[in-house]
Nanobody, 115 residues
């Protein structure tokens, strides 16, 4: 089982990034996919969630209207489009897959928003 995040980096405030999480080794289409983030000295927080069928998107209030989660079950990939980035979005972003008692995590990708 693997979840591999990519797309992180350094971006100026107001900029955009698109994170990807490529899954393998399990039935991706059956899993709820979630993006979490963890900033230095803070607890990991849920950022955005998408159900197995692609509906029921949930976003933490701080990213509503700026971030969009989507998935392509044919490519076993979940995405997080991040627009209007702010310095407070700086964190390591993690991909999570969950179905009943099964749960998998990626290794994380660093997003730094700074001028």
């Amino acid at each position: 089982v693997q979840l591999v995040e990519s797309g992180g980096g350094l971006v100026q405030p107001g900029g955009s990034l698109r994170l990807s999480c490529a899954a393998s080794g399990f039935t991706f289409s059956g899993y709820t996919m979630t993006w979490y983030r963890q900033a230095p000295g803070k607890e990991r927080e849920l950022v955005a969630l998408i159900t197995s069928g692609g509906g029921g998107g949930y976003y933490v209030d701080s990213v509503k209207g700026r971030f969009t989660i989507s998935r392509d079950n044919a490519k076993n990939t979940v995405y997080l489009q991040m627009n209007s980035l702010r310095p407070e979005d700086t964190a390591v972003y993690y991909c999570n897959a969950r179905f009943l008692q099964s749960q998998y995590w990626g290794q994380g990708t660093q997003v730094t928003v700074s001028s």
